[in-house]
């Protein structure tokens, strides 16, 4: 059979610009297959019967990867932006207050919330997220009698508003090294390492025998601090028997940083790196209280850290080192985390950010660092001066890192990878007039949300025009859960 009169199925996208190999491009398809695969990049003329859609003024780029996320944590936006007592507000007084919630949520709230955070990522062009999960109990610590009820109601709103999960199932066993129980923890903690993997290895067939193929399962370990080092020696193995992505929260702040020296003597970089832990499937989440040994460690191991500026800076836990972790190749994914805000780019551009605020300079991760090497596909001449590599690098960060952080299939646009994508119009406001060779570094360091229009997951279109198919069904039902909780 002639290729050509295989064409019926697909479906090419015709946008003014697609970003391919590190580049837009003018003049290209991008042709996606029934399977909602990347068939090809073609020029426009030379497409046959491929079922057409035209997106006149858009750009397309790769959907973004957020690796970092506690969706329910939606529900505590502006809800905290206060100090709670004469004493300095820090990380420590925002968590007691995240656990009052955390409290008091039914599964049905897990699901509207965690619809709510999902859907204002979809809205951003976002197209997969590492969903960091630690509630599995009722809140007297007493299990369901599914033990991952919760879990596959964070997996149901993933599904209900389009986006792949890597569900990261949360292992939690205690509150920290000599330090008392505390009761509002009762439903993240499951004791025994066994019932641990017990209940992961039941929620992997689970989520496997689900009718999609758009989530997964991952382990995440929550801390050093949350688990003995028995505990995580036993879950690291399992992870390492399936091949299972890794992801912990690593020196966020000081305090888990000398609680960790005073119980092992050592850092907890140190302590995963000893224990064989820190590998091409291991992410590390924040690493911001970090030394250059641990830096040089995670180059050494191929680890990753995911960083989370809006959060971090939200919660005062510091300055992620990216300048360091770029001048050692150590790749960085990015998250949303708390949602105090949802907007991945304004991640990426707060990496930069806050090293030029710390250090009074600008283009800070532009020296030294190096855009990541991939075979891309180039089928149009690109003119005037080089493209910003600040920008690329950063978005980088937002895709192609993010997808191997949490083991998306998007990441880029190629043949073979899937056709995760989103676009942007290109006489949006804040993105109006720049040229080919700006368009990134605009989008990068300033796109306004407004300016997404179509967010396509698997091939399937889950935002048109700005506006994502149950949007207010979604919003409504999470302004009454908002009001039930908080009144
Ligand atoms: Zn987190």
New binding site residues.
């Given amino acids: 059979m002639a290729p050509y009169q295989e064409t019926n199925s697909l479906i090419a996208w015709l946008p003014d610009l697609i970003f391919t190999g590190g580049q837009f491009e003018s003049g290209v398809a991008l042709v996606c297959d029934s399977s909602g695969t990347i068939a090809r990049i073609a020029r426009v003329d030379e497409l046959r019967n491929e079922k057409r859609i035209n997106l006149t003024n858009r750009a397309l780029l790769p959907g973004m990867i957020n690796s970092?996320s506690?969706a329910f944590q939606r529900v505590l936006r502006g809800r905290t932006e206060y100090r709670t007592n004469d004493q300095q507000d820090s990380f420590w007084t925002w968590r007691e207050m995240m656990y009052s919630a955390a409290t008091r949520l039914t599964p049905e709230d897990i699901f509207d919330a965690s619809r709510m955070a999902f859907l204002e990522m979809a809205l951003h062009g976002i197209t997969a997220v590492g969903e960091?999960h630690y509630l599995h109990q009722h809140p007297d610590g007493t299990s369901y009698d599914d033990p991952n009820l919760l879990a596959k109601e964070v997996v149901r709103a993933a599904s209900d508003v389009g986006l792949r999960i890597a569900l990261l199932r949360v292992a939690y066993a205690r509150s920290g090294f000599e330090t008392e129980p505390n009761t509002r923890q009762a439903r993240f903690i499951e004791k025994d390492p066994e019932v641990y993997l017990k209940n992961l290895e039941r929620l992997i067939d689970d989520v496997a025998r689900g009718s999609s193929a758009t989530a997964w399962v991952g382990v995440a370990p929550h801390s050093v601090r949350a688990v003995s080092l028995e505990y995580l020696r036993e879950v690291i193995s399992y992870a390492n028997r399936l091949d299972l992505k890794v992801h912990m929260?690593v020196a966020?702040q000081p305090a888990e940083v000398s609680a960790c020296v005073e119980e092992y003597g050592r850092t907890p970089v140190a302590l995963l790196q000893t224990e064989g832990v820190l590998s091409e499937n291991f992410t590390a989440?924040?690493a911001i209280h970090v030394t250059p040994k641990a830096i040089a460690s995670f180059a050494r191991t191929g680890a990753m850290v995911c960083a989370?500026p809006t959060?971090e800076r939200n919660l005062g836990d510091g300055v992620v080192p990216a300048d360091e972790y770029f001048k050692h190749g150590v790749p960085i994914c990015l998250?949303t985390?708390?949602h105090a805000q949802i907007d991945l780019l304004e991640d990426a551009r707060e990496l930069e950010y806050h090293l030029r605020l710390q250090k009074l300079e600008r283009a800070v991760l532009d020296r030294g660092s190096s855009r990541t090497v991939r075979e891309g596909v180039s089928l149009g001449a690109a003119a005037g001066p080089e493209p910003s590599s600040l920008a690329a690098a950063l978005f980088d960060c937002a895709t192609i890192n993010g997808a191997r952080s949490i083991g998306a299939p998007g990441g880029t646009l190629e043949p073979g990878k899937a056709a995760d994508f989103f676009t942007v119009a290109l006489d949006d406001p804040s993105i109006a007039g720049a040229a080919t060779n700006d368009l990134l570094a605009s989008i990068v360091f300033s796109l306004s949300r407004a300016a997404v229009r179509e967010v396509v997951v698997s091939g399937k279109p889950i935002v048109s025009d700005g506006q994502h198919l149950v949007q207010e069904e979604i919003v409504e039902r999470f302004g009454d859960l908002q009001k039930r909780l908080w009144s």
């Fill in positions: 970092h506690h960091f929260h966020e989440v924040h989370c959060t998250g985390d708390s």
